[in-house]
C-alpha cells in the first residue's frame, strides 16, 4: 500500500482528537463549570475510528439540573450548522442505564463509550453499571446480539462474496467486530486476536479510501467505485483489492462463528468430558473433534486429512487448539499421497454441506495450500460476475459439497468429488480456465496418487466441465452431430455420468441464474442422447480367482490367513461366508475398504483388504480364533454386532439415501446386485444377511470404498443356483437390501 494508506488508520485517530478537542470547546463555552454534565462520544468517535464521511454519535449525560436543554442547544446547533452528521441523545445516568437494558443499539454504545468532556465521574457511573448489567444478563442479550448479526447477514450477504459488499452490515464485516467485541466484554469469550484486528483496520481502510473517493459517507463498496478505491490504497486494480478484501472478510467471518460456539459451549450448561473416537489419533470431547492422547502429527502426515474427515462425517467442529497443532506439527505430506490421504479428502468431501466449515478451518489455518500448493492461485480469487455469488475457492468447496448428493449416480463418486473441488483450479491461471485446469488437474491428481488411468479421466472432466450445459443451451440436439461431437469429447459412458452430475453440482453453486428448471431439462435431454450413443458401454465383469487364490482353493478345506491389513478366508462354499466373515471384521473395529470373492470346485476364496477404524488393529490370533469360530457355527456375530451399534451414536450429518440397482443382462449365470451407499461399521454384513433373508447366495462380489462411499456388486443366485426371474421376488430383494441399509 502507499504511504497515504498506510496513514489512514492515523488520520482517523487524529481526526478524532480533533473532534474531541472541538467538542471539549463547544462544552466550555456552553457551560464553562462543566459540573454535572458530560459528553461521552460513542460509534467510530468512541472508539477513535473517525473516518472522513462519519457521523457524530454523542450522548449527554446530566444529573438533573434544569439548564441542561440549554446546554446541548449551544452544543448540537454548531455541529449541525458544520454540516457533519450527528445522532446525539441527552439521558441522565439512570436514563441511560435504563435504555441500555432494552435497546440493543444503545448498550453496545455505552459499553465502548468513551468520555470527551465535563464530569468524568458521569461517565464512569454510566459505563460501570451498564458493563455490570451487560454481564449479568449476558444469555438474554447475547442471544439479541446474535439475532441482530443474523439478520444484518440475512439482508447485507457476506462480505467476502458480494460484488458490491456492505463493508459496516456485511457478515465478515465491520459491525461482526465489534460484536465480538461485545461478546468479550460480557467476559464469555476472548477479544478479538490480531489476525482479526488486521483485518479490520483492512476494511476500515477501505471504508476510508471509499468515503476519500466519494465525498460522503458511504459503506457499500460499487463497482463503478472499486479501481478508484483500490488506487486510493495503492493497490494494482479492483481485483486486487477485493480479494484482499475476501481475505479479510472470511477471517472476520471464521473468528465470528468461532466466538459463538465459545459462547454456545458457555452458556448451554455442563458438557459431558467423556471422550469418544472417531478415527485412528481422533476424538470427540466437549462438543469437539481433538487430538486422542499419543496422536502424533510429527509422525503421522495423513493424521490432518483424518481428522478433518472426522469432523466433517459427525458433524463437529475441529477445537482451534487443534487446528494449530495441526497447521504447526503436521508432517509434510508424502508426494504421491498414500491411499489412505486421498481416501480421506474424499471422505471429507463426501460429507456434503458439513465439509465446507471444515475445509474452512483448513484454509485459514494455512493447511490446504500444505497439502495442496496449487490451492494458492484459486484462494480469495474474486469472481467480478453477477452470476458468481462465491470466489473461486468457496465455489470450488460448494461445488463438491453439492456434488455429494449425486454420488449415488456415478461409477466413481471418489472422481466425481475430487473434479467437483477442481473444476474450476484453472482460473488461476491466464487463459481458458478449462484448458488450463485440465493441465493444472494432471499435476494434482498425481500429486495426491490417482493412477494414470483415472487421471486421463479427471483431466477429460475438467476440461469438458462447461460441454454439458453449453451444447444443450447453445446448439439443436436434433442435430447428430450435436450428438456425435459430445459422445466423441466424452469418450465414455462412465465420463458422462461424471459430467452430469458435475453440471448440476457446479451450477448451483454458481448462483441461481447460472441453473434453474429450464437449463436442467435441456442438460438431462442430451444426457438421454448422449447415454443412447454411447450405449455399448461394457457390463460389469464376472469376479474370477487369480491364479494365487485357485492356488489356495484346489486346497479345499478351510484356512485363514492375516497379513497386515489383508485378510484372507479359504473355506467350503456355502451360504452366508462372505458376510459372516465381514462380521467378523466389523466386530473387531476394522474396517472393510475393498473385498473380493469368487468360488472354484466348491471352494470360496475371499480377499478382504482392511484397516483400523481407530486405535491399532487386533490381534491377529484372536482375529483368525473368531473367524474360525464362525465359520464353525460357534459363534454368534450378531450379537456382538448390535451391542457396537447400540454403542455408536447415530450420525449427524444427513447424507444421500442408499440406491440398490438389479443390473439387467449382466450375467447369465447370476443376478448381479449393485449396493451404493454411505459406509459404515459393518455395512458389507448387513448387505449379505439381507441377501440371506431372501433366500439367495452370493456366488461372487466386487466390494471397493472410496472415501466414505461404499460401491458393491453383488453376483447372486437363489437356492437353486440359479439368477433371479421373477419380477416379484427382484423388487422384494432390492427392498429388502435398502431396508437393511437404512
Known sequence: MRADARSFAASRKERAADTDRWLKDLLRTAHPGGEGVALVAVGSLGRGELAP?????????????????RIADRIWYPIWDSGVGLDHSVRTVEEAVKVAREDLKVVLGLIQARHVAGDPELTRKARETVLADWRADSRRRLAELREAADKRARSSGELAFRLEPDLKDGRGGLRDVQAMQAVAAAWVASAPGPRVREAYELVLDVRHALHVVTARGADRLVLQEQDAVAGTLGLLDAEALMRRLAEAGRTVSHAFDATWR???????????????????????HAGEVVLARGATPRTDPVLVLRAAAAAAESGLPLAPATVSVLAAQSAPMPVPWPDEARDALVALLGAGRAAVPVWEELDQAGILVKLLPDWERVRHRPQRNPIHRFTVDRHLIEAAANAAAHTREVARPDLLLIAALLHDVGKGWPGDHSVTGEVVVRDIGARVGLPPQDVEILATVVRHHLLLPETATRRDLDDPVTIEKVAGAVGSREVLDLLAALAVADGHATGPAAWNSWKAALVDDLVRRV????????LPPVPTLSPAQAALARHGGGAIRVNGTNVTVVAPDRPGLLWRAAGVLAAHRMIVRSASAASA?????????????YGTPPDPATLEADLRLVLA??????????RRARSVRPA????????????????????????RAHDRPGLLWRIGRAF?????????????????EAVDVFYVVDRAGRPLSDDAQ??????????ALR
Open 53 to 69: 464521511g462519519s457521523d457524530l454519535d454523542l450522548v449527554m449525560l446530566h444529573d438533573g439540573g434544569e439548564d441542561v436543554a
Open 262 to 284: 465459545t459462547v454456545d459451549r458457555l452458556l448451554s450448561g455442563p458438557i459431558p468430558r467423556g471422550r469418544r473416537p472417531l478415527a485412528d489419533g481422533v476424538v470427540e
Open 531 to 538: 447415454r443412447s450413443a454411447l450405449s455399448g458401454s461394457p
Open 601 to 613: 470346485s466348491a471352494t470360496a476364496v475371499i480377499e478382504f483388504s482392511v484397516v483400523p477404524e
Open 633 to 642: 457355527g460357534r459363534l454368534d456375530i450378531e450379537q456382538r454386532l448390535a
Open 652 to 675: 449427524r450429518v444427513p447424507v444421500a439415501p442408499p440406491r440398490v440397482t438389479l443390473i439387467e443382462d449382466a450375467s447369465a449365470t447370476a443376478t448381479v446386485v449393485e449396493v
Open 692 to 708: 440371506g433373508e431372501c433366500g439367495l447366495d452370493v456366488k461372487a462380489a466386487r466390494v471397493e470404498t472410496l472415501g466414505a
Open 730 to 739: 427382484r423388487t422384494q430383494v432390492r427392498d429388502h437390501v435398502l431396508a
